[in-house]
């Protein structure tokens, strides 16, 4: 299956009333979720293997992002976002939002979609003759929640309880 069938959505609007999800991956040529699990192995004196699992540190590089202001395309509020973390040394709830990982059938439709909190980290301003870049790390804080996704209107849905 094509990578394009996964797609990770930011908001841009850093948990703002209206929801501003922003889609990466157009200028990036690889985007990972480094799953970072916290595994301990034991053996004991029988020689018997035990394994401790206990849970994950997800985090992924994004990188390059570049930084751009034209009207109308995807990066520009993110690029806006980073720019002001980057330049005012934001932490904390400043750099808190949510991000939705889709996965799309091979014909376009949502399969299912999860959502969860994020911290974003700019890592670095500047870049090459190719233009400024604003890369960043994504931190997931955890909250992932199973629901439904509408990619024209990229809108999260979350189950109703009861």
Not at 55 to 67: A, D, M, R
Not at 129 to 135: D, V
Request: hydrophobic share 30%; net charge negative; glycine share 8%.
């Amino acid at each position: 299956m094509e990578r394009k069938y996964l797609a990770h959505f930011i908001d841009a609007s850093m948990n703002g009333t209206t929801k501003n999800y922003v889609r990466l991956g157009k200028d990036l040529e690889e985007l990972n979720q480094e799953l970072n699990p916290d595994v301990e192995q034991k053996k004991n004196i029988l020689g018997e293997n035990s394994v401790q699992h206990n849970g994950y540190e997800v985090s992924s590089e994004i990188e390059p992002l570049y930084y751009t202001v034209d009207t109308g395309t995807d990066n520009t509020a993110l690029s806006t976002v980073l720019r002001d973390i980057a330049m005012n040394r934001k932490t904390g709830n400043a750099c808190k939002t949510t991000m939705v990982d889709v996965w799309l059938k091979e014909d376009g439709t949502v399969d299912t979609a999860f959502r969860e909190n994020v911290t974003i980290v700019p890592t670095s301003v500047g870049g090459d003759t190719s233009g400024i870049q604003i890369p960043f790390t994504v931190y997931y804080e955890g909250g992932r929640v199973e629901g439904t996704w509408d990619m024209s209107t990229k809108t999260f849905t979350a189950p109703s309880n009861g």
